[in-house]
């Protein structure tokens, strides 16, 4: 069964404070992509990587960073932690040209207090 | 631009039909429609091409009208399983990176 795993379910952090998310799929997809989810606002996309150290941002890239070193695995960085950052993100795979739509994690519920 | 879901939430008993549009200010390459559980990721129902067919099985369908830039999702005889909320995702061009703008959702709630 195919697979896009994150790190952590749950992970509270402090204001200020550096936060790594981390997502690894196991298909072999070129194309990955970190949102973030928020009630009455769906899915907002933050950034996507097409290639191996290839990004491009999203639609509320602010605050964000990302790093693609290898193809199974895409990072995502809060710089500097804000209340505002408190969501769920979701990271998600597909390869290119399929008929077969994204495959999400499970997600990463942050607080930032 | 995010694609505009309608409605916002329905409910109904089970049996009954439903039908969540999706439309976009732009021209659309693709539509994908996902359904989320409650506590769960989403999970891909399917995807319309432009140019191609109106797709589905049995009890779930969905149609693509390119002149319009909407999509359709049709639900027929529902189930209690057939609760959650569902999103469609539009890509605007075929760039290759399969990037998707989500709708804010569609809360579907099937009572017995």
């Known amino acids: 069964d195919v697979k896009v795993t994150q790190s952590s379910r749950y992970l509270v952090k402090r204001t200020g404070e550096k936060v790594f998310l981390e997502c690894v799929q196991d298909?072999?997809?070129?194309?990955m992509f970190w949102y973030r989810q928020d009630p009455g606002l769906g899915l907002r996309l933050i950034y996507f990587?097409?290639?191996?150290?290839?990004?491009e941002k999203g639609d509320i890239p602010e605050g964000y960073s990302v790093s693609r070193e290898k193809k199974e695995r895409f990072s995502l960085i809060l710089e500097s932690a804000s209340t505002n950052q408190t969501s769920m993100y979701l990271c998600?795979?597909?390869?290119?040209?399929?008929?077969?739509?994204?495959?999400f994690g499970s997600g990463t519920r942050l607080t930032v207090v | 631009q995010q694609p505009v879901q309608s409605p916002q939430a329905v409910i109904l008993r089970e049996g009954e039909d439903a039908v969540i549009n999706c439309s976009s200010s732009?021209?659309?390459?693709?539509v994908h429609w996902y359904r989320q559980k409650h506590g769960e990721a989403p999970v891909f129902l399917m995807i319309l091409l432009k140019g191609g067919e109106q797709k589905g099985h049995e009890k779930i369908s969905a149609s693509f009208n390119e002149k319009k830039q909407q999509s359709s999702l049709y639900l027929t005889a529902s189930q209690l399983s057939y609760s959650g909320t569902y999103f469609c995702g539009t890509e605007t061009a075929n760039f290759g990176n399969e990037k998707l703008t989500f709708g804010t959702g569609t809360r579907l709630t099937i009572i017995p």
């Open positions: 732009k021209a659309l390459y693709s």
């Open positions: 990587s097409y290639d191996v150290k290839m990004k």
């Open positions: 998600a795979s597909i390869q290119h040209g399929t008929a077969y739509g994204y495959t």
């Open positions: 298909m072999d997809h070129e194309n």
